[in-house]
Structure formats: C-alpha cells, structure tokens
C-alpha cells in the first residue's frame, strides 16, 4: 500500500520546538519531491517547505525561513521538519505530500500525488 504518515505534531508553546517526520510506505521518498503544507482554519492550503529530488533543493515560505529546516533521511525512507522558535501562527494541520520526480513547487499543492492525512501542530500559552 502506497502513503506517506506524519507524524510528531502536538501542543507546544511559543518559542517552542517541534520536529515533524513523513514516512513513506510502499514507494521510496529518494525519488519523490517532498513538501509540507499546512492549512489552518477557514484559510487555504499552503507550502511551508520542500525539498526536490537528487539535488536536495530546498524552499521555504518566508513565514517559516530561518525557524524551519527540512531534511531527508534515505536510510529511514523519511522527511523530517524541524521547526523551532514556533508561533501561535504557526498553528495549523500539518501535511506531508510527495510528487514523482523534480519541477514542483510549493506553490501548487494540486500537483503532488500522495498526501498524508496530516498532524495537528497547536502553538498557544
């Protein structure tokens, strides 16, 4: 069965850390681009990081840049967010997506293939 599950989302308070992983099952991530994409109520989905295949590009929204790093690991078939000095922005459901081979942006969620069914990341005092 092909998916990918997140994972490593919960409660944390502002200036907090959190470290989000996206594990794949049945297909390997080493061939996938890779995004997290995060929609918080009554607002769209949007990119928050990427990373391409082969030359581990990396992008991130301007939200995010400097607070989030993003991360393959191949040996464990997994992406990793690491997110630090987070914001009561910053809360929302977080989603893993992968899309075969390179060319893909954050910018369009519609063009990634599989998606997880995301994990709740709550900044709040």
């Known amino acids: 069965q092909v998916q990918v599950v997140e994972s490593g989302g919960g409660l944390v308070q502002p200036g907090g850390s959190l470290r989000l992983s996206c594990v794949a099952s049945g297909f390997t991530l080493d061939y996938y681009t890779i995004g997290w994409f995060r929609q918080a109520p009554g607002k769209e989905r949007e990119g928050v990081s990427c990373?391409?295949?082969?030359?581990?590009?990396?992008y991130y929204a301007d939200s995010v840049k400097g607070r989030f790093t993003i991360s393959r690991d191949n040996a464990k078939n997994t992406v990793v967010l690491q997110m630090t000095s987070l914001e009561p922005e910053d809360t929302a459901v977080y989603y893993c997506a992968a899309a075969l081979g390179s060319g893909y942006t954050c910018y369009k969620p519609y063009e990634y293939e599989y998606w997880g069914r995301g994990t709740q990341v709550t900044v709040s005092s």
């Open positions: 990373i391409s295949v082969g030359d581990d590009i990396t």
